[in-house]
C-alpha cells in the first residue's frame, strides 16, 4: 500500500521559516517522483516543485522560485520543502504527490497518489 505522509507545518510569523516533509513508502523509490502542491480555493492544487526519485533532479514553478528548496533523503524515502520568508498568502494546506514518471511537465492531474496535507498558517 502506497503511503504519503506530510509533516512540519505550523504556524509561524511572517519572514520565518517551515521545512515540510514528505515520508513514503509502499513503492520503488526511483520510479517514482515526488511533487509538492498546496491548496487554493476553487481551484486545482497548485504545483511548487519536484524531484526524480531516481536521479534528484528538481524543478520548481514560478510560485515557488526563490524561497522554496526541495531536497530528499533517499535512505528515508522522504521529500521535503524548505520554504523562507513565509508570507501571509502562503497560508493554506500543503500536500505531496507521487507519480510513476519523471517531473517533466507535471500538475496535480499527474500524481497517482497523494497524502493527506499540512497546514502551514503565515501570521502577519
Known amino acids: 500500500e502506497v503511503r504519503l505522509v506530510e509533516s512540519g507545518g505550523a504556524l509561524v510569523q511572517a519572514g520565518g521559516s517551515l521545512r515540510l516533509s514528505c515520508a513514503a513508502s509502499g513503492f520503488t523509490w526511483d520510479d517514482y517522483a515526488i511533487g509538492w502542491f498546496r491548496h487554493v480555493p476553487g481551484k486545482a492544487r497548485q504545483g511548487l516543485s519536484c524531484i526524480n526519485n531516481s536521479d534528484g533532479k528538481t524543478f520548481y514553478t514560478d510560485s515557488a522560485k526563490g524561497r522554496f528548496t526541495i531536497s530528499s533523503d533517499n535512505d528515508k524515502r522522504t521529500v521535503y520543502l524548505q520554504m523562507n520568508n513565509l508570507k501571509p498568502e502562503d497560508t493554506t494546506v500543503y500536500y505531496c504527490?507521487?507519480?510513476?514518471?519523471?517531473?517533466?511537465?507535471?500538475?496535480?492531474?499527474?500524481?497517482?497518489?497523494w497524502g493527506r496535507g499540512t497546514q502551514v498558517t503565515v501570521s502577519s
Open positions: 504527490g507521487a507519480m510513476q514518471r519523471s517531473c517533466s511537465g507535471y500538475t496535480a492531474r499527474s500524481m497517482d497518489y
